[in-house]
């Protein structure tokens, strides 16, 4: 079982930076990668940006130069750096974990909502 809370989500204007941290618990040593995904209004949920077990990262086209993943091993956390947002930025943004000899994100967090508008 993991555990994962997100936070740092706000409002901000086009233009503005956030970051987003996501904190996880329980068994993280089986973890073989973490993902941030977003859900916007009548939209499906996407993929934004992954980072695995070995410290490989990927993005979305859309977010790609705009967005860091990054990850704190002592604090058992993940961060989202988000810079120069724009409005179609806005969604809600999930934290996830895939585990070790797996295939999908198996654990979720609650979300946390992000809005770009000025």
């Known amino acids: 079982q993991v555990q994962l809370v997100e936070s740092g989500g706000g409002l901000v204007q086009p233009g503005g930076s956030l970051r987003l941290s996501c904190a996880a618990s329980?068994?993280?040593?089986?973890?073989?990668?973490m993902a941030w995904y977003r859900q916007g209004a009548g939209l499906k949920r996407e993929s934004v940006a992954v980072?695995?077990?070995?410290?490989?990262?990927s993005y979305a086209a859309s977010v790609k130069g705009r967005f860091t993943i990054s990850r704190d091993n002592l604090k058992s956390t993940v961060y989202l750096q988000m810079n120069n947002l724009k409005p179609e930025d806005t969604a809600v943004y999930y934290c996830?974990?895939?585990?070790?000899?797996?295939?999908?994100?198996?654990?979720w967090g609650q979300g946390t909502q992000v809005t770009v508008s000025s």
């Open positions: 329980g068994s993280i040593a089986s973890i073989n990668a």
């Open positions: 996830a974990a895939r585990m070790r000899g797996t295939t999908e994100y198996r654990y």
């Open positions: 980072i695995t077990s070995g410290g490989t990262t």
